[in-house]
């Protein structure tokens, strides 16, 4: 079931560690695999090199981790409904979108009843875009049908994750959010497939990108100041969407752990080994074959953390939830910032660990670690908001 798979991913429960006052870091089991030398052993020093650099690994990627994404429609149409113009106590507007594409797809729109064009979050959810937020008018489950025996989403479900996306919060600040169920794009078990046969990663890249064909086009939105969150597993493919999507300028993989931000040779918290065994329908194929020799793996994750450079990235780690491996994800973005460097970021960056509390809001690879265990809700939230005000500033189309 998905609550159990989510607990055993995200949860301390059976991994007791004492209260840190820094982000734990340990020796890799194996070296990094080079950032900045392409596969034919040339140094890239360059941004030309690099822009060859990051398509290969983007390539690599693809071929060896997460499969390929599911084709882009060749024609795609949305039909937008509005929900209400007095939601969130008179704050917000709904509208629910339809993406005419195979699957199809019912993205939930929440945008601040502000002058736009506003910035927004688009991020997948876990059980209905009805859990979103306690609102009637919402969908209960957008597309998503019980299939093999899972239990369908009840209405009374509804608002049940609203600390989790802290809509309120969003609006108040001038965000707009966009999610839609990732259950909608393929189901969370070993043995669905998604479009075209894609893994679910893959897959749920693909609903992001769908969602954020809408979002450029919709007049209320900035289509500059398009934010992708998401927590746990769908951080893994917000981040995964990132690398293939340059119209997203910010990531955020809430405490997303292996093959998201945090480095696999990094013998913390969950391993590859563990992801095939217990989430086959994940990845690749391939990752499987390596059982649990890390080294046979021509990756990490630092690499595809550079992809999205020169765009911002904000890690946002529990201290307790050693199972997202917050000191992984920290070493991911040291050795990723020298492609930063490259490309001319002469923003702070400091390659001392952070301590709990610690918020590094000022580079475009942003890091806050905070108290408690694997968690979403609205202290990390304001986090987020308070580093998406800094790196999503508007700016002016020149005259």
């Not at 840190?20 to 070296?31: C, F, G, S």
């Not at 040339?42 to 060859?52: F, G, R, T």
């Not at 679910?200 to 693909?206: E, G, R």
Request: hydrophobic fraction near 40%.
């Amino acid at each position: 079931m998905e609550v159990a798979q989510e607990n055993r991913v995200g949860s301390t429960d059976t991994l007791p560690i004492e209260r840190a006052q820094a982000v734990r870091l340990e020796p890799l089991i194996e070296p990094l695999p080079e950032l900045l030398v392409a596969s034919d052993g040339n140094p890239v020093n360059s941004s030309d090199a690099w822009q060859l650099r990051r398509a290969e690994l983007v390539r690599q990627f693809t071929d060896l981790v997460y499969g390929p994404l599911p084709d882009v429609p060749e024609s795609l149409a949305f039909t937008s409904r509005r929900l209400r113009s007095d939601a969130l106590a008179g704050q917000a507007t709904l509208d629910e979108v339809v993406v005419h594409s195979d699957p199809e797809l019912r993205l939930l729109l929440i945008r601040p009843n502000t002058p736009g064009p506003q910035p927004v979050f688009v991020g997948l959810n876990r059980a209905g875009n009805h859990t979103v937020v306690d609102d009637p008018s919402v969908s209960k489950a957008g597309a998503w049908r019980p299939r093999d025996g899972e239990e369908e989403p009840s209405t009374s479900g509804r608002g049940e994750r609203s600390e989790h996306w802290s809509a309120d919060l969003l609006v108040s600040r001038g965000y707009a959010l966009a999610t839609l169920c990732a259950r909608d794009v393929m189901p969370d078990r070993a043995d669905a497939e998604g479009p075209g046969g894609s893994k679910a990663l893959s897959a749920w890249a693909w609903g992001l990108h769908r969602a954020v064909d809408y979002l450029v086009q919709d007049p209320g939105i900035d289509p500059r100041r398009v934010a992708a969150f998401g927590h746990s597993r769908r951080g893994k493919a917000a981040l995964w969407a990132a690398a293939n999507d340059d119209r997203i300028g910010l990531v955020v993989p809430n405490m997303a752990g292996c093959m998201g931000p945090a480095l696999s040779r990094h013998p913390v918290g969950e391993s590859v080994h563990r992801l095939n065994t217990d989430f086959p329908h994940w990845l690749n194929d391939y990752m499987d074959s390596i059982g649990d020799d890390i080294g046979r793996l021509p990756l990490d994750q630092h690499q595809l953390v550079a992809t999205v450079a020169p765009r911002s990235i904000l890690l946002t780690q529990g201290a307790e939830d050693e199972w997202a491996d917050p000191g992984g994800a920290f070493l991911a973005l040291q050795a990723a910032e020298p492609v930063y460097r490259l490309l001319g970021s002469g923003e702070p960056w400091s390659s001392v660990p952070p301590r709990v509390g610690e918020a590094r809001l000022d580079s475009p690879l942003g890091y806050v670690l905070i108290e408690g265990p694997h968690r979403c809700d609205r202290e990390i939230w304001s986090y987020i908001l308070d580093y998406a005000d800094r790196r999503l500033a508007r700016t002016e189309d020149p005259d």
